[in-house]
């Protein structure tokens, strides 16, 4: 029988956590400093490699995520000696992934050559937006002229480029964004992310949001509507959906991300990362600490882990359930059932199948077009009560 790496994927993901500065709209665990030691660093890492790859022996890595943060801040040689004591570490598959997070500004373009010379083969780019209004409340540091130069630079250096826009904006427009992501398009991607804003508690946006200062946020009404506009565009493009905010040419979907919704293994070091490893019968949830001198200095000495926890049957089930079925493919019910035991009642899948929100065939379970703008109500429908 193969083991759960096997069938979800093994994965290794780098936290990179500075950045020039901090986004509004940003909770990822991010930090702005003036002096890092990126040999230190570099140590720290490899040193989280190595005893990792004493607990998972004989695995094929099929991923590497450098994200942040912002990893283009990286130095190429910091990102190659990660990149190799991995290699030391695992077995690389044939066709591994290496993706980095980048931003477009022009001191960090400088290194995309370096990095493609240490191994990295598809980069993820932070644009966010094509218009100056907007990069400056998103608080970016790039300019367009900026964006469109590095998206340019990236296709000319890397195989696989992907890049991120955000939507529903303040006081965007429906025709707006149809105009802002057709010309998206036009520069050829086959990958992209396209996320809709979300103002999160512990953001400055959130605390704007609270205080009644964030003007101009679309209405619902909107916001489904730049959705669905969303799924119409990219499809007629050639880059449909196959996650809620990920759209690819057939072929091009983030393998590394495919391994968190297929329920796969991933080792996660630096601050702030999370980890899943199945080691033997038991899989385990781990996680860093947050702040990175706290990392630092036991990463190096004991290890970087603050939690190691056993999930039990039903919290595995659960987050497949809830991650699988963010996808096209959605989950395969032999598998849920295998790995916590876990059944969806009939009834419920009658009852969801009978007003066409989900589809069932050979046992693989997924929501339709019409089903995935209300996922979170199918999901709640299909748990144990």
């Not at 193969?2 to 069938?7: D, F, G, L, S």
């Not at 630079?153 to 057709?182: G, H, P």
């Not at 996320?195 to 009644?212: N, S």
């Not at 209300?374 to 748990?383: A, C, D, K, T």
Request: aromatic share 8%.
């Amino acid at each position: 029988m193969p083991e759960n790496w096997q069938i979800g994927g093994f994965g290794l993901y780098v936290h990179w956590p500075f950045c020039a500065s901090k986004c509004p709209y940003c909770d990822f665990n991010s930090h702005v400093t003036a002096k890092i030691d990126q040999s230190e660093w570099a140590e720290a890492y490899k040193a989280e490699i190595q005893r990792y790859a004493t607990q998972t022996p004989d695995r094929v890595l099929s991923s590497i995520f450098f994200g942040g943060g912002t990893p283009s801040l990286m130095d190429p040689q910091t990102v190659d000696s990660i990149i190799q004591a991995a290699q030391k570490a695992w077995t690389f598959a044939n066709d591994i992934e290496i993706t980095l997070e980048a931003n477009p500004s022009s001191i960090e373009m400088e290194n995309f050559a370096g990095y493609k010379a240490a191994g990295v083969n598809r980069v993820s780019m932070g644009i966010q937006a094509l218009n100056e209004t907007d990069l400056r409340a998103l608080g970016r540091l790039h300019s367009v002229s900026e964006a469109k130069k590095a998206l340019t630079l990236a296709n000319s250096i890397f195989d696989r480029v992907s890049f991120d826009l955000i939507y529903a904006r303040q006081n965007q427009t429906l025709k707006s964004w149809e105009a802002e992501l057709n010309e998206a398009i036009g520069f050829g991607p086959t990958h992209m992310s396209l996320y809709q804003l979300t103002i999160e508690p512990d953001t400055a946006f959130g605390a704007r949001h609270k205080a009644g200062k964030l003007l101009g946020l679309p209405r619902d009404e909107l916001a489904t509507d730049m959705y669905f506009l969303t799924q119409e565009i990219t499809k007629h493009a050639g880059l449909p959906s196959y996650e809620v905010s990920n759209h690819a040419q057939r072929g091009q979907e983030s393998r590394h991300n495919m391994i968190y919704w297929r329920g796969g293994d991933w080792v996660g070091i630096g601050p702030g990362a999370h980890g899943r490893l199945t080691l033997g019968s038991t899989r385990f949830a781990t996680a860093t600490p947050l702040q990175p001198n706290q990392w630092l200095a036991t990463a190096s000495d004991q290890g970087g882990e603050i939690l190691r926890d056993a999930l039990e049957a039903d919290e595995i089930g659960t987050e497949y359930l809830l991650m699988g079925l963010r996808t096209v493919e959605g989950i395969d019910l032999k598998r849920l059932k295998s790995i916590s035991g876990m059944s969806i009642e009939q009834s419920k899948i009658n009852g969801l199948l009978e007003i066409g929100l989900i589809e069932l065939s050979n046992d693989r379970l997924w929501a339709t077009e019409s089903g995935r703008p209300i996922l979170n109500g199918i999901i709640r429908e299909l748990m144990p009560d």
